[in-house]
């Protein structure tokens, strides 16, 4: 006889370890048709059955709403393997019996191999093997694939339950739900049973019926009459329980999965915990978990914008002004250049550069700090501390991973939504992403901090809350209006604290300000070279003041609209548009229409004309402004690659660009009749 086996299991717990145990060398590896996920195929080595071993992906669950998951589950109900292997991570039971309860609805045969059993007992713990059969009601057997043992085992296990099965035998069914929950699925089987004409195990069919499962009700025809079935249980299940569907389903599988936890597993007392599960209970508790969060940010940032960056802010001023900018300047003058040209060198290029290399230093700084903290596995807690917010608001947590790649920048961010399968959470994602300050507004921010609130630490993390609270409340607007439907559920996987590596943080640290650089060496140097042509000649292509140039035209044409939030100033108006090239042309611009010139002779730096131009209350107002409106060319490039969409692309920008506008006229008329400006 030949026979095929399928492994399923959580990732990482220990899959790959026992595919090879297994297969030996006779492995294959492919890909599943039509996606980038690995497959893998192998025959089992030293049995008297041809037995063919294939390694399913990493799974947490297998609802549809990842490709994994969905490769996973077609794979069992449609290729319909002899059997599962199941390896359960014997160290986190509970969690990974969740994926078991239901691996055993779908009417497969299923043998679970518990699996690190050397780290359990390590540890101490112990785990009662004959129980856990008992209330699972399928065979366990106890294995450690790391060290090869169990495994021929669990094989010859799982050979006598599929000739069990394939003499008539199979696996009893565990109560695992709720009566009046069993009494819907057998009503929806029974008619089931009779209408549709399906290969699938119908109690399964009934159950993802019942939990109004998209993919399988397109697979399937599902006649009227029984439609009609499953929507007045659900109703009424749903009244009953007061909470929707699929929420009940899990709610008796994790009831059902803690009883026999319960009842099998004995931690070695005071044990049990990690350093890591110790840091855990601090860092990510429900009440001290945001506090904590703050404070880091907070100190982060007080290190690396206030203190340190007050220092370097000073030494680079100099440094492109007196050194270079002069110097430079020596030399075109001896050279007798054009007037024109020495404007343009000076006033555009070196003003527009400079400006934005400025704030490079205490970047670095910050990009330094914030290496540290993903390398030593902090990041990954704060998106577990932000999933828990966002699953309170009824939105996706696995949004928060584009906005976690976001704070670098927002367009491999809007790329990392591609992860998200259900496409209305991913669409959210793509609109919500750009609310988290990229690197690229931190110069910006940065410029208004030093300029205006260098003595308030609090004002750079408090512009991550804005934009995450903005995340948050827009997602809560869209999921009742344009976006309606349910969030998908998110398990994710913490790493293990680690003492970061110094040569691993530095190479984060410099990759991102390599990439900063030439960012100033390419798209910032032209845009600064532009904007200087711009406000120096008037649309006749003579040369003018600042004040009679084309970009003034422009700025004040479009100045007004700005004015409810206190910048209708036309260099601050052209200062939002030529953001839109890139969010550091932001402080090019600024830096060229204010840095040199006429506004302050005596003090021609950046700062001080910026502490001109602006009050505090029009600054933060402007902050908000850059922070929400539409972001720059790129990220919205990758928008419309990923909507494949111009209606949603568009609105989305005038969504973002609307609310920046809403948000900075509050901003700036609240504060100003509180008599803060
Ligand atoms: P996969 O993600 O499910 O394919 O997991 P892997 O096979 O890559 O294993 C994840 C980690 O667990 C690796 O570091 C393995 O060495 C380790 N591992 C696998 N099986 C065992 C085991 O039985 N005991 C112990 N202590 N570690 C194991
Ligand atoms: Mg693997």
């Not at 399906?198 to 993802?208: E, G, H, Q, T």
Request: with cysteine; hydrophobic share 50%.
């Amino acid at each position: 006889m030949s026979y095929t086996f399928a492994l399923v299991g959580n990732p990482n717990c220990g899959k790959t370890t026992m595919f090879n145990e297994i297969t030996g060398s006779t492995q294959h590896v492919g890909n599943w048709p039509g996606v980038t996920v690995e497959k893998k195929e192998g025959k089992a080595k030293k049995l008297k059955e041809n037995v063919r071993i294939v390694d399913l992906p990493g799974i947490y669950s297998l609802s549809p709403y990842t490709m994994e998951e969905i490769i996973a589950r077609d794979y069992i109900i449609d290729e319909k393997p002899d059997l599962v292997i199941n390896i359960i991570e014997a160290t986190n039971i509970e969690r990974n019996l969740y994926l078991t309860t239901q691996l055993m609805e779908l009417g497969v045969p299923v043998v679970a191999a518990l699996n690190m059993m050397d780290a359990v007992e390590a540890r101490g713990d112990k785990i009662d093997i004959g129980k856990l059969e008992k209330h699972l009601g399928i065979p366990v057997v106890p294995t450690s694939a790391s060290k090869g043992q169990g495994v021929k085992e669990l094989m010859e296990k799982a050979l006598s339950v599929v000739q069990t099965a394939a003499s008539g035998g199979g696996q009893s069914s565990q109560k695992i739900y709720e009566d009046d929950i069993e009494k819907c699925v057998s009503d929806i089987g029974a008619i089931a049973a009779k209408e549709l004409d399906s290969k699938y195990n119908v109690r399964w069919v009934a159950l993802k019926l019942l939990e109004d499962d998209e993919r399988l009700k397109e697979k399937l025809n599902i006649p009227a009459s029984l439609l009609t079935i499953v929507a007045n249980c659900r109703e009424k299940l749903e009244k009953q329980y007061n909470n929707d569907m699929e929420t009940i389903i899990a709610d008796n599988r994790y009831n059902f999965i803690s009883g026999i936890v319960g009842k099998t597993v004995k931690k070695k007392s005071g044990s049990g915990l990690t350093l890591s599960d110790k840091i855990d209970k601090v860092v990510t508790n429900r009440i001290l978990a945001i506090p904590i969060f703050f404070v880091i940010m907070w100190f982060v940032y007080h290190i690396s914008i206030s203190t340190l960056g007050d220092y370097t802010i000073g030494k680079v001023e100099w440094l492109m002004g007196d050194v270079i900018g002069g110097t430079v300047e020596g030399w075109l003058e001896a050279a007798g250049a054009a007037e024109w040209l020495r404007g343009l060198i000076i006033d555009g290029v070196i003003g527009g550069v400079g400006g934005v290399l400025t704030f490079v230093p205490q970047l670095m700084i910050l990009f330094f700090f914030i290496s540290l903290l993903e390398d030593s596995g902090y990041m990954a807690r704060v998106a577990f501390i932000m999933d828990r917010i966002f699953r309170r608001f009824g939105l996706s947590g696995k949004s928060f991973i584009p906005m976690l790649i976001g704070t670098g920048c927002s367009v491999p961010g809007i790329m990392a939504t591609r992860t998200i399968e259900n496409e209305k959470d991913r669409k959210m994602t793509i609109m919500l992403t750009p609310f988290i300050p990229c690197g690229a507004k931190w110069p910006v921010f940065a410029m208004f901090i030093a300029a205006f609130f260098s003595d308030k630490a609090w004002i750079a993390p408090s512009l991550y809350i804005i934009g995450i609270g903005v995340a948050i409340l827009s997602g809560i607007i869209l999921k009742n209006t344009i976006l309606k439907g349910e969030a998908a559920p998110f398990v994710m996987e913490l790493p293990e604290y680690r003492i970061p590596r110094l040569k691993s943080v530095l190479i984060h640290m410099w990759n991102r300000a390599k990439a900063f650089m030439i960012k100033a060496g390419t798209i910032i140097f032209v845009a600064s070279g532009v904007i200087w042509m711009l406000q120096s000649f008037d649309f006749s292509f003579a040369m003018v003041e600042a004040e009679n140039s084309m970009l003034a035209s422009i700025g004040k044409t479009i100045a007004p609209i700005f004015a409810p939030l206190g910048f209708g100033e036309w260099k601050a108006a052209v200062a939002t548009v030529t953001g839109l090239l890139a969010k550091e042309v932001v402080v090019a611009t600024l830096g060229i229409l204010h840095g040199i010139g006429e506004v302050a002779e005596d003090d021609p730096t950046l700062l001080a004309g910026i502490a001109q131009s602006f009050t505090a209350l029009s600054a933060f107002s402007f902050m908000i402004f850059t922070l929400v409106a539409a972001p720059c060319f790129a990220a919205i490039g990758a928008m419309k690659r990923e909507f494949n969409s111009w209606k949603w692309t568009f609105i989305t920008l005038g969504y973002q660009t609307g609310l920046a506008w809403i948000l900075g006229t509050l901003v700036f008329q609240i504060g100003r009749a509180v008599g803060l400006g």
